[in-house]
Every structure is written in C-alpha cells, then in structure tokens.
T-cell receptor
C-alpha cells in the first residue's frame, strides 16, 4: 500500500513555457500532499503544502504565482511551473501523508530541464 | 533554529554493519523518520521512532533518544544495493519534516 505516482517522470521544455506535474495517491486518499524540490547533492526543500479543497501553503521564498498548486481531489495534486526558466531546472518530488504517524510517501519524482 | 547533523559520507564493506548517527534540534518534536534515497530517485520510507528505544525491522534498526536529540540507523548484513543516501528527518511541532542533506553510504565489496 501507500503508492504515490508522478507524471511525467522527465520533461524538457523551452524557457517561457509552462509545465504541469501530476501527483496521485494510488491506493489511499491523501488530504495533504507536499511538493519538494531537490537540486543535485542538496537536501529536499519543501516548496508548499497542499490540502485538498483549500489553497496551498507556500514556504518562504517560493513564488505562489510561479508555482501553481491545485489539490482538487483526495488523490490528485498538480504543480504547474509557469513561465519556466533554466534556473527552475530541478528534481520535483511530491509526497502524500498517510497513516497515523504522519509518514510521508513519496512519488518517484519529475526531472525538469528548461532549455 | 532547526538543525540536523549527520555525517556527509560513510564507507562500509559488504556483509558488515554500519551505524549512521543523527543529532537534531527542532521546534517541538513529533517523531523522527529515516528515509533511503538512491541517486536520482525519490526517498523511500524506512522507519519511524517517536518513543525512546530501538525499533527493529529486518536488517535495519533505528534508535531514538529524545532527551539527547539523537538517533541512529543501524544497517546489518550490508548489501551493495544499500549504497544510497540516508536521510534523518525529525518532525516538528507543526508536523513538518525537517530535512538535512543526508549521509551518503558507499558499500565496497
């Protein structure tokens, strides 16, 4: 149990375009999902907390107008990187909260390259 | 502030035992997680400790001392596939995980 999927796994886009990443909890309902970004050899950086049916809570320094998060159902959250730039190239990982101990289960990640 | 301290890198031999230490400081505490992350992949859940003591799960065990702000992950009978980064992540009073850079474990034959 506790399987989280992400799509796409890899995406290359041109500077100025927008990219949507989907995160799905496959075998459980997740009222809370998290979006992280990880640069090579660095720790996970929490970008935002996504709660189903309400607005996402963004971490300090993360532009909410650039990184649009929608958590429209209990099994799906989406992250849209708008007007992407090369510095947005990174590994984006979602996780979903499941269980009584608040353990997070991670999706496989999406590697975004902006050219 | 909130802080995680783990060794940056460790090397061990296949078949041996290795202990990865973690000290932490957080605003409140709601347990501590260990995750494994292979290069280029997302983290996977290994263990969770909320009370003091040792939790054993197969080849992996995790220990917690809340009064010392200290945890360790013990890996036995090391296999080559255990080469990965190991992330110690305490959960603060807001139920947020605090992430450090992790410990890169290199297993040699």
């Amino acid at each position: 149990g506790a399987v989280v999927s992400q799509h796409p796994s890899r995406v290359i886009c041109k500077s100025g375009t927008s990219v949507k990443i989907e995160c799905r909890s496959l075998d459980f309902q997740a009222t809370t999902m998290f979006w992280y970004r990880q640069f090579p050899k660095q720790s996970l950086m929490l970008m935002a907390t996504s709660n189903e049916g309400s607005k996402a809570t963004y971490e300090q320094g993360v532009e909410k107008d650039k990184f649009l998060i929608n958590h429209a159902s209990l099994t799906l959250s989406t992250l849209t990187v708008t007007s992407a730039h090369p510095e947005d190239s990174s590994f984006y990982i979602c996780s979903a909260l499941q269980g009584i101990f608040y353990e997070q289960y991670f999706g496989p990640g999406t590697r975004l390259t902006v050219t | 502030g909130q802080n995680i301290d783990q060794p940056t890198e460790m090397t061990a031999t296949e078949g041996a035992i290795v202990q990865i230490n973690c000290t932490y400081q957080t605003s409140g505490f709601n347990g501590l997680f260990w995750y494994q992350q292979h290069a280029g992949e997302a983290p996977t859940f290994l263990s969770y400790n909320v009370l003091d003591g040792l939790e054993e799960k197969g080849r992996f065990s995790s220990f917690l001392s809340r009064s010392k702000g200290y945890s360790y992950l013990l890996l036995k009978e090391l296999q080559m596939k255990d080469s990965a980064s190991y992330l110690c992540a305490p959960m603060d009073s807001n139920y947020q995980l605090i992430w450090g850079a992790g410990t890169k474990l290199i297993i040699k034959p």
